[in-house]
């Protein structure tokens, strides 16, 4: 059971505070961001594929 001010915000009878909003805000946008390497961002840009080419009807690898 918490204070009578946080029962009315949860039951929706009461705005919270801006205060309030801008806690839970800047605890959800602190996440850790994952650093990829050039290798890997290539690798997902697709700059690494294969090519095929058509070749008297056949399918070859390009290079």
Do not use: H
Not at 25 to 38: D, G, I, L, P, V
């Amino acid at each position: 059971m918490g204070t009578l001010q946080t029962e009315l915000i949860e039951k929706g009878l009461k705005q919270p505070l801006r205060q309030e909003i801008d806690k839970k805000n800047t605890k959800t946008n602190k996440q850790t961001k994952e650093r990829f390497s050039r290798r890997e961002i290539e690798d997902l840009m697709g700059c690494n594929r294969q090519v095929y080419k058509r070749v008297g009807g056949a399918v070859r690898n390009k290079r």
